[in-house]
């Protein structure tokens, strides 16, 4: 009895040993597999390997250079999950048959990019003309235009570390899958994406045109990033944050109102409470209905910007509190106008592909003897009593000009002649 039970005992470690010396054998044979097929576009290397029985392997000191770039990204693990080691054992010939196993988790941990690479400082090239975006990023920010390697630096940060973790669950049944992928930025800000994907079969379900996105969510958590920015571009004019804070909202609403695009003032309060609460913004949407229109494409263009605010349900929060007036005005011809007449092209840095953008906006006192030349141009007016207009100029008049201020209840008129204007600026 004795004997069998040492025999059964040996035999139970024995297996145990060759399935854990099994797992570990996959795990670098697959590793390598998509090693090797990475050479074309990057080199990459790694220390070590860990696996579990649970189901899981750690593939620890990753060295990932992509020679067209000239970068190196140095990754301190990459960790996959499976539900159990079975699962995991199988998800190779999984694959290849277009399978998708029901569940997985992939974990990059500390994907670190140094702010005085080849990457960061291709952002800074000042050949390169600043995005629609990046100029709306940093208005009241002095002369600084975009968020690169040098004013990070003057932030405070000198490595942008990546934790990025991607998750799903897969229905076979009900042809769905659900998924999740957040990636914290050390120091900046946490951003989530979640949502379910239908009509999910197979691998092969990717590549065709019959997936159909449903529910969708992105939530923004700040992580330090605010803060740091708004002590930086306070510091740029001399404001206080709270200066600062206000003087960018405002002029966000005049730069977005430049190109036709006006929202409602309970969004610029939202944004400018962002600012000051450094907290959460979070937007849910079901884009199923959209899917299942977007068949007819032309239908979609006759769509007005709050029509698909409401055709998709979107909703706004801020630090969990809903946002209830999420909608906007947008004059096309206006938009398409701003975009059409004030392009720029990139350059080609490291083979980086052209494409356009809208150039940076900003205003420009301009003389009184040559106002007429503005006529339509956003302005800013200060009179010789202290008074200050924003708005539109029109110069039809020839015994006055007129600023036309939008408001919520309408359009004001405010009458100036040009004697009494002090200073004005436009926007241009």
Same mark, same amino acid.
């Given at each position: 009895?004795? /004997?069998?039970?040492?025999?059964?005992?040996?035999?139970?470690?024995?297996?145990?040993? %060759?399935?854990?010396?099994?797992?570990?054998?996959?795990?670098?044979?697959?590793?390598?597999?998509?090693?090797? /097929?990475?050479?074309?576009?990057?080199?990459?290397?790694?220390?070590?390997? @860990?696996?579990?029985?649970?189901?899981?392997?750690?593939?620890?000191?990753?060295?990932?250079?992509?020679?067209?770039?000239?970068?190196?990204?140095?990754?301190?693990?990459?960790?996959?999950?499976?539900?159990?080691?079975?699962?995991?054992?199988?998800?190779?010939?999984?694959?290849?048959?277009?399978?998708?196993?029901?569940?997985?988790? %992939?974990?990059?941990? =500390?994907?670190?990019?140094?702010?005085?690479?080849?990457?960061?400082?291709?952002?800074?090239?000042?050949?390169?003309?600043?995005?629609?975006?990046?100029?709306?990023?940093?208005?009241?920010?002095?002369?600084?235009?975009?968020?690169?390697?040098?004013?990070?630096?003057?932030?405070?940060?000198?490595?942008?570390?990546?934790?990025?973790?991607?998750?799903?669950?897969?229905?076979?049944?009900?042809?769905?899958?659900?998924?999740?992928?957040?990636?914290?930025?050390?120091?900046?800000?946490?951003?989530?994406?979640?949502?379910?994907?239908?009509?999910?079969?197979?691998?092969?379900?990717?590549?065709?045109?019959?997936?159909?996105?449903?529910?969708?969510?992105?939530?923004?958590?700040?992580?330090?990033?605010?803060?740091?920015?708004?002590?930086?571009?306070?510091?740029? @004019?001399?404001?206080? #944050?709270? @200066?600062?804070?206000?003087?960018? #909202?405002?002029?966000?609403?005049?730069?977005?109102?430049?190109?036709?695009?006006?929202?409602?003032?309970?969004?610029?309060?939202?944004?400018?409470?962002?600012?000051?609460?450094?907290?959460?913004?979070?937007?849910?949407?079901?884009?199923?209905?959209?899917?299942?229109?977007?068949?007819?494409?032309?239908?979609?263009?006759?769509?007005?910007?709050?029509?698909?605010?409401?055709?998709?349900?979107?909703?706004?929060?801020?630090?969990?509190?809903?946002?209830?007036?999420?909608?906007?005005?947008?004059?096309?011809?206006?938009?398409?106008?701003?975009?059409?007449?004030?392009?720029?092209?990139?350059?080609?840095?490291?083979?980086?592909?052209?494409?356009?953008?809208?150039?940076? /906006?900003?205003?420009?006192?301009?003389?009184?003897?040559?106002? =007429?030349?503005?006529?339509?141009?956003? #302005?800013? #007016?200060?009179?010789?009593?202290?008074?200050?207009?924003?708005?539109?100029?029109?110069?039809?008049?020839?015994?006055?000009?007129?600023?036309?201020?939008?408001?919520?209840?309408?359009?004001?008129?405010?009458?100036?002649?040009?004697?009494?204007?002090?200073?004005?600026?436009?926007?241009?």
């Amino acid at each position: 009895m004795k /004997k069998t039970i040492i025999a059964l005992l040996i035999i139970g470690i024995s297996g145990f040993a %060759l399935l854990q010396g099994s797992l570990w054998y996959f795990t670098q044979q697959f590793v390598d597999q998509q090693v090797y /097929k990475a050479k074309p576009f990057a080199q990459i290397s790694y220390k070590e390997i @860990e696996t579990s029985m649970q189901g899981s392997a750690i593939v620890k000191g990753v060295r990932f250079f992509i020679p067209a770039i000239n970068e190196t990204i140095f990754i301190k693990s990459v960790e996959f999950i499976a539900p159990d080691v079975f699962t995991f054992l199988m998800l190779n010939s999984k694959t290849e048959q277009q399978q998708i196993p029901e569940s997985l988790k %992939l974990i990059i941990s =500390n994907a670190a990019i140094n702010l005085n690479g080849p990457v960061m400082n291709m952002i800074d090239n000042p050949d390169i003309e600043p995005s629609a975006i990046e100029a709306f990023s940093t208005l009241a920010c002095g002369d600084i235009n975009r968020m690169g390697s040098r004013s990070l630096s003057k932030m405070g940060y000198e490595i942008i570390n990546n934790n990025i973790t991607l998750e799903y669950q897969f229905y076979p049944a009900k042809k769905r899958l659900n998924y999740t992928v957040s990636n914290h930025i050390e120091d900046m800000s946490i951003i989530t994406i979640s949502g379910e994907l239908s009509n999910v079969s197979n691998i092969k379900s990717f590549s065709g045109k019959t997936l159909k996105p449903g529910k969708i969510s992105l939530e923004i958590q700040d992580d330090s990033y605010i803060k740091r920015k708004n002590d930086f571009c306070a510091l740029q @004019e001399k404001y206080s #944050v709270n @200066e600062y804070i206000t003087e960018h #909202v405002r002029q966000v609403g005049e730069y977005l109102g430049v190109y036709g695009i006006e929202v409602e003032v309970d969004l610029l309060d939202a944004y400018k409470k962002l600012l000051k609460t450094t907290g959460t913004v979070r937007f849910d949407a079901d884009l199923k209905p959209l899917s299942e229109t977007i068949s007819y494409a032309e239908e979609l263009k006759t769509f007005a910007p709050n029509d698909i605010i409401q055709f998709i349900r979107l909703k706004l929060y801020v630090n969990d509190k809903r946002i209830n007036q999420v909608s906007i005005k947008v004059d096309m011809d206006k938009l398409l106008d701003a975009a059409s007449n004030n392009t720029s092209e990139l350059g080609q840095p490291n083979s980086m592909m052209k494409k356009q953008v809208l150039v940076y /906006k900003k205003y420009h006192q301009i003389s009184l003897s040559n106002l =007429n030349n503005y006529n339509g141009y956003r #302005v800013r #007016v200060e009179t010789k009593g202290g008074r200050y207009y924003r708005g539109t100029l029109k110069t039809n008049n020839p015994k006055y000009y007129e600023v036309i201020t939008h408001m919520r209840s309408g359009n004001v008129g405010y009458q100036v002649t040009k004697h009494n204007i002090k200073k004005i600026e436009a926007f241009y």
